[in-house]
C-alpha cells in the first residue's frame, strides 16, 4: 500500500493518503478543503486516482473537502451511516469492511467525541480521527459526545488492538505525526494504566475549554459533506478557503 501523511496547520489536522498499487486508486481520510489542491497534486505525483474520501466524523473544527474532491475528481464519498448524511455516496458500519483494489478498511465504531464517529483500521494502522489523540483524546462537551461512552469505545475497542498497531490521529498541535496502542495503552495521560472511568470523566469535566470557534460553521457545513456555509467572519475564512498549498504540505 502506498500511504503518505499530509498535514494542514489552520486546524492542525492530518490527511492519510491509501494507494492500491496495483489498482492506482487512492483514498483520502480525513481531507480538509483548504488542502485539497495539495492533495490532489500529491496523487498526481503519485500516479495516483482518488477513489474515495472517507471522514472520521462531523468535524467541528475545519470544512471537509469531501465535497470539492468529488466535484474536481469524480471521487465518491464515505460516511459513517450512523450519520445519515444525505449526500454520502456510502455508508460505513463497524463489521462491514470497506475494499479498493487491495486495500481493505474495517470501520470501528468509536463514539464519546462524536456520537457516530469512526476509526479506521488498514494494514496494521488504525486512523483514530478524534477518539484517540497521541497522549490524549478528543474532547466529549459537544455534538452529543459523551465521556464514559468515549472511555469505552477507547479502552474496549481501540485498546483491543495489538499493541504494535500504529496511531495515527486526526490532529496534533505538538508536531507529533504517529504512536503505537501500545504506548497510549501505557502512558496516555486520561486514559492509559489503571485510569479508572470515574477518573476519566473528572478529567474531561475540569478541562474548561473555549466553545470551539468554528464549530457553528463547520457542523452544517459538514453535514452536507463539505459546504463553506455563508457568513463565515473574516477572520475564521481561513478555515474555509480554498488555498493552493499549505506551508507544511
Known amino acids: 500500500m502506498i500511504f503518505r501523511q499530509l498535514f494542514e496547520p489552520v486546524s492542525s489536522t492530518y490527511t492519510y493518503l491509501l494507494g492500491c498499487e496495483e489498482t492506482r486508486q487512492a483514498i483520502l481520510v480525513d481531507a480538509a478543503l483548504p488542502t485539497w489542491q495539495r492533495d490532489l497534486e500529491e496523487l498526481n505525483k503519485l500516479g495516483l486516482k482518488l477513489a474515495y474520501t472517507l471522514d472520521s466524523h462531523i468535524h467541528a473544527d475545519h470544512i471537509s ?28 458500519e463497524e463489521g462491514k469492511p470497506f475494499e479498493l483494489g487491495s486495500i481493505r478498511v474495517e470501520p470501528l465504531f468509536t463514539p464519546g467525541h462524536t456520537d457516530g464517529h469512526h476509526a479506521y483500521r488498514v494494514d496494521g494502522r488504525v486512523f483514530t480521527g ?20 468515549l472511555y469505552r469505545s477507547v479502552r474496549e475497542k481501540l485498546f483491543a488492538l495489538p499493541e504494535d498497531t500504529l496511531v495515527y490521529p486526526a490532529h496534533d498541535y505538538k508536531g507529533r505525526r504517529v504512536s503505537n496502542i501500545g504506548q497510549e495503552k501505557t502512558r496516555n495521560p486520561r486514559l492509559g494504566g489503571d485510569k479508572p472511568l470515574a477518573e476519566f470523566v473528572k478529567i474531561m469535566k475540569e478541562l474548561d475549554l473555549a466553545y470551539p470557534k468554528f464549530i457553528d460553521f463547520a457542523v452544517p457545513g459538514n453535514k452536507e459533506c463539505g459546504k463553506c456555509p455563508d457568513g463565515v467572519p473574516e477572520d475564521l475564512q481561513q478555515y474555509c478557503s480554498q488555498i493552493a498549498d499549505s506551508p507544511q504540505g
Open 130 to 149: 478524534d477518539a484517540l489523540l497521541i497522549d490524549g483524546c478528543g474532547r466529549t462537551d459537544f455534538q452529543n459526545g459523551d465521556a464514559p461512552t
Open 65 to 92: 473537502a469531501a465535497r470539492k474532491l468529488r466535484r474536481e475528481a469524480g471521487s465518491r464519498i464515505a460516511h459513517p451511516a450512523f450519520d445519515r448524511l444525505e449526500c454520502a455516496d456510502v455508508g460505513l
